[in-house]
């Protein structure tokens, strides 16, 4: 295409058509993957978050994680006019249970006894999420555009679009890809106003700092990213103005003076305490969560969040079921609460390799390359690329720095979504710097797309179980990872195989407790390997590789795991035929 044509296609009418265009094919994919995709292990208690923030005005609902997320997937319910809801005075009453506990009954109580059609419900809480994939697209368009120009801003969409381990989260009632818009937007806001400091991007800086403290506890972790982003930027602007000093109020530099940035944090704190309804008088017994063995361990990660957890009890800050929230968190990170399985080792501890292997073989090889190229041709940092350098790579290193040494909760690539948008936008810059001049290099960018993009449509609908060509894709990687690729979707596609290969009688013990597989039509009886009859026997890949504590999992595993199964749904659940004697 000539120069003019490109620039008439990229103006401001056709760039924002091209965006549609883009913005359209991930929306269809994420919503028809929806469709096919059966409720996953996390969803209901994300959901009966959601639900008692909405109808119930609980803030104490909101202890897991913070209660942004959860309630905008929470409001998708109001259209449901004709939902059953439990009493008020039960969830009042409930209140006094372990806030783990009572999430767990409200979500049986909402899916599983009170309402008959759960996967109606299901769907619609989707929605918000689904909304919210679109504006992250946006927000990586826009960011790309401003720093590389139109036709990067656009690259980095598609990128953003077709991405498989974006689509895995796109559609589903879990905070990650919420998270990552709002830390994605706090970034961007931050970067405008070292760029343009005004009253607008200050406010707008102050907002989407807060914003993103509400939608994960991961964003605490910004904090510190900001304060050494304002060291390194404000060295930088020391530099090029000798007379800029950080103890004096001038405007505008006052926008960028360390004072601006002790105003951003509190007003982030305020913007959590009207997250959390301005509560007062709310108390919690922060030293009950001391009193277990991770304390005692002896390890140098568990002893820092312990000394956290123990500082947090002390100094009553407001909102303290923000603070206890985290102060639980702490703890959940430091161990599994259940096996873990990678590599073909298990254990509850994790592995401090675990995230960067996984990000290697989860992450398409194209995009890799793509990467790989960008690095290669990055200039060392100066002028032009200072800024792009520290809000785009810093945080991607900062956040994998913190996951590789402080969470061994290790439950998949969705901890590490919100890199993903961060990395399209560096990659993007491949246009900018115009190194793609000669027809090899449009030729090797062309089939570099081209292989991204058939590696998404393939793995349709279901991207959790995404893997690259280098580990043998969904079923070479199964072998490796399952706890983050197994979360109990396989469920409508089992039912579909019950009806296509009459599995009849089918035996089958559910990945997902709360709500019934027989909401999506499969028909199964309780599975009993003590005495086995004949049949088809059904286990998802998850309760083959990690010992459960249930002895009936543990034993039918054990039997089933010796015979090759005749089907696998989608590669997670696997299915035995038993035949009569």
């Known amino acids: 295409m000539k120069m003019k044509h490109w620039q008439k296609a990229l103006g401001k009418r056709g760039a924002w058509r091209w965006v549609s265009l883009l913005l359209g094919i991930h929306l269809l994919l994420s919503y028809t993957s929806a469709r096919r995709t059966a409720v996953i292990a996390d969803e209901p208690f994300h959901l009966a978050r959601g639900a008692g923030l909405v109808f119930f005005q609980d803030q104490s609902f909101a202890v897991s994680h913070p209660p942004l997320i959860n309630f905008i997937n929470g409001l998708a319910l109001l259209t449901l006019p004709e939902i059953n809801l439990p009493n008020p005075e039960l969830v009042s009453l409930s209140r006094k249970m372990d806030p783990s506990d009572r999430r767990n009954a409200f979500a049986h109580l909402l899916l599983s006894r009170l309402n008959p059609e759960p996967k109606e419900i299901i769907d619609r809480a989707r929605i918000p999420t689904l909304i919210l994939s679109v504006l992250l697209g ?340 199964l072998k490796v990872s399952v706890l983050g690729e197994d979360w109990g979707q396989g469920v409508s596609r089992l039912a579909q195989l019950q009806k296509q290969k009459g599995l009849y009688p089918l035996f089958y013990i559910p990945y997902v407790m709360v709500v019934s597989p027989g909401a999506y039509g499969l028909e199964y009886e309780e599975m009993d390997c003590v005495s086995p009859k004949p049949g088809y026997y059904a286990l998802h890949l998850n309760q083959l590789l990690r010992p459960i504590k249930d002895e009936k999992i543990k034993q039918c595993a054990g039997l089933l795991k010796q015979f090759p199964p005749v089907y696998k749904s989608q590669g997670t659940i696997w299915v035995w035929r038993i035949p009569e004697k």
Request: aromatic fraction near 20%.
């Open 138 to 477: 946006i927000a990586v368009f826009i960011w790309a555009k401003k720093i590389y120009g139109a036709k990067a801003g656009l690259f980095a969409l598609f990128l953003y679009s077709l991405c498989p381990n974006i689509l895995a989260h796109s559609h589903l009632i879990t905070n990650d890809l919420g998270a990552s818009l709002f830390i994605l937007s706090s970034l961007y806001f931050y970067f405008q106003l070292t760029k343009k400091p005004n009253a607008v991007n200050f406010a707008l800086a102050v907002i989407f700092f807060g914003l993103a403290q509400l939608s994960k506890f991961t964003a605490i972790l910004l904090y510190p990213l900001y304060f050494i982003i304002w060291t390194l930027c404000f060295a930088r602007l020391k530099k090029d103005n000798p007379k800029l000093s950080w103890c004096k109020i001038r405007l505008p530099d006052f926008y960028l003076n360390f004072w601006s940035l002790l105003i951003i944090f509190l007003g982030s704190w305020f913007i959590i305490w009207l997250g959390y309804g301005f509560e007062i008088g709310v108390n919690w017994n922060f030293s009950s969560l001391m009193k277990n063995e991770i304390c005692e361990s002896g390890k140098l990660t568990a002893e820092i969040k312990c000394a956290l957890i123990a500082l947090f009890g002390k100094i009553p800050l407001l909102p303290r079921t923000f603070f206890y929230g985290l102060a639980r968190t702490l703890i959940l990170t430091e161990q599994h609460e259940h096996e873990l399985y990678f590599l073909g080792k298990t254990g509850l501890n994790g592995w401090w390799y675990y995230y960067p292997i996984l990000f290697l073989i989860k992450t398409p090889l194209a995009l890799l390359i793509l990467l790989g190229l960008r690095i290669s041709q990055w200039k060392k940092i100066g002028q032009p690329s200072f800024l792009p350098g520290v809000f785009l790579l810093l945080p991607i290193v900062w956040f994998f720095g913190w996951f590789i040494l402080f969470n061994r909760k290790e439950i998949g690539i969705r901890h590490l979504i919100l890199a993903y948008p961060l990395i399209f936008i560096f990659i993007s810059g491949l246009l900018k710097e115009n190194l793609l001049v000669r027809f090899r290099a449009k030729l090797i960018l062309s089939l570099l797309c081209v292989w991204f993009g058939l590696s998404s449509v393939i793995s349709f609908p279901d991207y959790l179980t995404y893997f690259n060509e280098a580990v043998g894709r969904r079923w070479g990687g």
